[in-house]
């Protein structure tokens, strides 16, 4: 029999189901390819073509022996139907590890510049829970190596050390299979930014013989900490510091204001040789007041300070009043007092309300940190510190804030730090179109 009377006698089709059932998860946008893998596939695409084919069965059962073609058609029915990875993100107590993070500390300043960090690079991708808690946030996953992945992360941005453990949920004797729950507990460093320290005296002389009142300027992988009266530095890592671990002295609580009268700069001849020094920094002469004495007496103190390069008289700074100070710290008490200056300058105070209309700029967030008066200071205050310092927002994906890009710019006599819009990213936002699906994406 020829090909085309063979076509016309002969269904090569028989058998061959003409309808097809396809579970689409709604939640991740996936396909369920038999028996328990979900793939990612759009509309029309290679991924979803091989889905269905997959699902045709008697395909290879067709005549043998002569070449035809027939065209059929096939109607697929898509189901909605939940996979497990979701299911679980949903019911939001299902979780094999658990990440906690803590950081015994006055501020919060470290925690929000390492959630920005974990944001940029999507260490929390994987968790299928976020919590704050009172010290710090707990991250859930389903799997162990992905709890483990991000205690790695932390442990490359910030100085830390963590603690494992794990607890047994159930056992199956007659396989011997064992289901446990993870526990890794991360234990920030307590400095933070700005904390005024008193090193252990062996720390300070394995740290190039730096003084041991210093100031912590930066906290990135490490601890940078500045002797504001000879600029030099040195960092301090996580190992160092679990080593010798010591509390800070003072943070930005404890501070006092002062009014700038006189600055003098330092000559070179009198600043430190053959140690490493901040070139950031200018070394200067300072005469301040207390706030509090202005118009009742003019007692002025004089001090050295590594901020030369920000202050002038008239202006206003934070930092700490050693003449009235009541310290309990073991290490402090042992400084003889020619050590320890009258007042140690911290930073310099600009307008809150002219840096507040020139920030034109917002973050992201992964959970709600925020919940009291006293941390939205804090934020603030870490907003400012990005403001300020370049090299610490080099981490952070700063996003352009639509409802502030208008508004008329505002020029002040005093240079605020503020950041150009050359360093900020275009938000994302998914746009509705008219019937009420989701359209193509925009920048906004």
């Known amino acids: 029999m020829c090909v085309a009377c063979l076509r016309t006698k002969e269904d090569i089709t028989e058998g061959i189901p003409k309808q097809g059932v396809l579970y689409f998860c709604q939640s991740c946008e996936r396909y369920l390819q038999p028996p328990s893998t979900w793939i ?44 497990e990875n979701c299911h679980r993100v949903e019911a939001k107590d299902f979780w094999r590890a658990v990440v906690q993070v803590r950081q015994k500390a006055d501020h919060k300043k470290t925690f929000f510049y390492l959630e920005q960090l974990i944001l940029k690079h999507r260490a929390h991708s994987n968790t299928v829970n976020i919590k704050p808690m009172a010290d710090g946030l707990d991250f859930y996953f389903v799997k162990q190596d992905d709890g483990r992945k991000l205690v790695d992360f932390l442990s490359a941005v910030v100085p830390c050390k963590y603690a494992t453990a794990k607890e047994l949920v159930s056992h199956d004797v007659h396989n011997n299979t064992y289901n446990f729950k993870h526990t890794f507990s991360v234990d920030i460093v307590p400095v933070c930014k700005d904390n005024i320290v008193c090193l252990p005296s062996k ?63 330092i000559e070179g001849k009198d600043k ?72 140690m300058l911290v930073k310099k105070v600009f307008d809150r309300t002219k840096r507040n209309r ?54 002040d006599d005093e240079e605020v730090p503020f950041i150009s819009l050359g360093e900020m990213l275009e938000d994302l936002h998914i746009v509705e179109d008219a019937t009420g699906g989701e359209g193509d994406p925009m920048m906004e």
Not at 44 to 50: D, G, Q, T
Request: proline share 4%; glycine share 4%; hydrophobic share 40%.
């Open 40 to 83: 990612a596939a759009q509309l029309e695409s290679r991924e979803l073509l091989s889905v269905c084919l997959k699902k045709l069965k008697g395909l290879n059962r067709v005549q043998s022996g002569a070449v035809l073609q027939q065209i059929f058609v096939v109607e697929y029915v898509v189901q909605n139907n939940m996979c």
């Open 203 to 265: 720390l300070a002389q394995h740290l190039g013989s730096i003084s041991r009142l210093c100031i912590c300027y930066r906290v990135t992988h490490c601890i940078h900490l500045i002797d504001p009266a000879t600029l030099q530095i040195a960092e301090m890592s996580s190992q160092m510091f679990w080593r010798m671990p010591f509390r800070p002295l003072v943070g930005p609580r404890n501070f006092t204001e002062f009014m700038v009268m006189n600055v003098e700069r």
């Open 272 to 343: 430190p040789h053959r140690v490493p020094s901040s070139a950031k920094h200018l070394l200067v002469d300072v005469w301040v007041a207390r706030m509090s004495d202005l118009g009742s007496n003019d007692h002025q103190f004089h001090t050295r300070s590594h901020l030369g390069h920000l202050l002038h008289a008239g202006d206003t700074v934070l930092g700490y009043d050693f003449t009235c100070c009541n310290l309990n710290h073991p290490e402090f008490e042992q400084l003889p007092a020619s050590r320890v200056p009258d007042v």
């Open 358 to 411: 020139r920030r034109k700029w917002k973050l992201k967030h992964m959970a709600d940190v925020i919940e009291t008066e006293s941390q939205e200071n804090e934020y603030v205050e870490f907003l400012e510190d990005l403001e300020e310092d370049q090299d610490l927002r080099q981490g952070v994906n700063i996003y352009k804030d639509a409802g502030k890009l208008n508004a008329e710019e505002e020029t």
